[in-house]
Structure formats: structure tokens, C-alpha cells
């Protein structure tokens, strides 16, 4: 059978997908479905063991965004929650990118040493890993304390506080950055090894031409380089967003609802993970169509 380029491109993707497709119907879906049901319920749990359930309707989420639900932790309400993380997500989201994005370029560059120096930026990536904080906890005995090195116990906050004149309402914004930039950076690990795999792929002969037509540096960055890993860049993105939602407090709430609160608030942890389901998939569905339309003009 005589199949055209594009239909063999197609098959090829969906190949690619399958063991996705299948690991979704196998292990997934079903628990999803579940969420959702149990979203619409009042579940008890009684002495004799088991699950009873009382039809809501919509009364869970009506709960979750009115004064009866708050944090377990905090009783800070639950919407305030939700609209601080998409502001984390759309302010660290950039700043991961362009971060890993500069990593790439530098740790990508023809220099003596380099294998130092790309020892030296992925040093603090791999510390911050969350599996070697816990092998180095295992192995030593004894609690990692999380710290920021250089900027912890507010040491910038106080130097710049002290030596500067600077109003506080632009102070502020300006040391939460900088005393976040090790967990910024810890969180660049994969996006910088995406960037600089992509950066490799480019061919030289596409350099070669830029150079010969007389463009400058800053030319050949944005009509060369840009262009050829504008697709990735969209993965980047898309890698973070959902990076940063799997570590955000709605997911601990959830959890929370569920398993710590006494009576374990099932119905509502449900109807929680829904709406953070949702909230995620509009964050992604946005980026895609902002990607999409970019990457096409330069595709």
C-alpha cells in the first residue's frame, strides 16, 4: 500500500502514542471517572468499613469557592489559592524558560573547560533534585535542611534593606526573586537538557549561511537559532506548567481533604481535583494556542 509522506508522519505520532493511550485506559481512567463521581457525592465512611454516598449535585463546588471550605493549614480560601498559583505558574514559567534557555546557550558554547563549567551549572540542578535530597538524607542518617546557601535567613533582604534607599514596593519583588533563584534554577534541570539537545540538532550549514550573508550575532540568534527550536521552546513550556502545578498546594490540599481532615472530606477533594484538572488543562490549552500559531509562521 502506497501511503504519502504526511500519512506515514501521522501513523508514525500515533505509534509513538500508544504506550500513552494504553497506560491512560490501564491505569488512569478509571480512577478518573471515579473522581468525578465522588465530585457529585457526600461520602461517609462508617465504623463497619466501606463507603456511603449521599447525591450532592454541584454542592461541593459551590463549597469549595464559598466561606465553608478553607486550607487545612491555613484557612486561607481555597479560590485565593487557586488564583496565587496560576500567578506562581504564569510568573515562574517565563522565568524558567528564558533561565534554561541562557543555561543551554552558555553550556552550548565551543570552550576550554567547558566540561567544567557544565559540571559546575548542572552542580546545583542535580542537588536540588528531589530523589538525591532524599538518597542524600537515606545515606547520611539525618534531615536535609533546605536552604539557599548564600541568601538564606534573608541575608539579601537585610543588605539591600541596610545599603540601599530603594522604596519598598519595588524592594520586595525584587529580593522574593532573588532569594527564589536557587529553586528557580533547581527547576531548569530537564528544560536546559531539552535546550541544549535541541541547540545541537541545529545544522551548522544553516550558520554557515548566516555568517556568509554577512549577518551579525544578534541576527543569526533570532532568524536562525530561534526559529529551529521555536517547537521546543512550546515543549519547554508546556513541561513547566504542568511542573509546576504537580508541586503546588492545591495538590497537598487535595490530598489533605482526603486523607487528613477528620471525617476525611472525600466529596470536596474530589470536586477539588476536578477543578485543578480543569484550571490545568485551560493553562495548557492557552499556551497551545499561543505556541501554535508561532511555531506554524516559523515551521
Same mark, same amino acid.
Given at each position: 500500500m502506497n501511503l504519502t509522506y504526511e500519512t506515514k508522519r501521522k501513523l508514525l505520532g500515533f505509534t +509513538? &502514542?500508544?504506550p500513552y493511550l494504553l497506560g491512560f485506559l490501564m491505569f488512569f481512567a478509571v480512577p478518573l471517572g471515579q473522581t468525578i463521581y465522588y465530585s457529585f457525592q457526600k461520602i461517609d465512611i462508617p465504623e463497619a468499613g466501606g463507603m456511603s454516598f449521599t447525591f450532592l449535585g454541584l454542592q461541593n463546588y459551590i463549597n469549595l469557592f464559598a466561606t465553608e471550605v478553607s486550607t487545612v493549614d491555613s484557612n486561607t480560601q481555597i479560590l485565593r489559592v487557586l488564583l496565587d498559583e496560576n500567578t506562581n505558574v504564569l510568573i515562574n514559567m517565563p522565568l524558567i @524558560?528564558? &533561565?534554561s534557555l541562557f543555561l543551554a546557550l552558555l553550556a552550548n558554547r565551543q570552550f576550554k573547560g567547558r566540561a567544567v563549567v557544565r559540571m559546575i551549572f548542572f552542580l546545583p540542578i542535580i542537588l536540588g533534585l528531589e530523589v538525591v535530597t532524599e538518597m542524600l538524607t537515606i545515606s547520611t542518617g539525618s534531615e536535609m535542611v533546605q536552604s539557599s546557601g548564600l541568601f538564606a535567613e534573608g541575608l539579601v533582604a537585610r543588605l539591600l534593606i541596610h545599603y540601599t534607599a530603594i522604596p519598598s514596593q519595588y524592594l520586595y519583588p525584587i529580593i522574593d526573586f532573588v532569594e527564589n533563584i536557587f529553586s528557580v534554577i533547581a527547576r531548569s534541570g530537564v528544560q @536546559? &537538557? $531539552? +535546550?541544549l539537545a535541541a541547540l545541537q540538532s541545529i545544522s551548522p550549514s544553516m550558520y554557515e549561511v548566516a555568517k556568509i550573508e554577512g549577518a551579525t550575532a544578534y541576527e543569526t540568534f533570532w532568524k536562525v537559532t530561534i526559529p529551529s527550536i521555536m517547537h521546543i521552546v512550546m515543549f519547554v513550556v508546556i513541561y513547566t506548567i504542568i511542573d509546576l502545578f504537580l508541586t503546588s498546594q492545591i495538590a497537598e490540599e487535595v490530598y489533605n481533604f482526603g486523607f $487528613?481532615?477528620?471525617? %476525611?472530606k472525600i466529596g470536596v477533594a474530589s470536586? &477539588? %481535583? $476536578? $477543578?485543578?484538572i480543569f484550571n490545568v488543562l485551560l493553562m495548557l490549552g492557552l499556551a497551545l494556542l499561543l505556541f501554535r500559531k508561532v511555531v506554524s509562521s516559523n515551521g
Open positions: +509513538f &502514542l500508544i @524558560t528564558l &533561565l @536546559t &537538557l $531539552v +535546550f $487528613v481532615v477528620h471525617g %476525611s470536586a &477539588l %481535583s $476536578v $477543578v485543578y
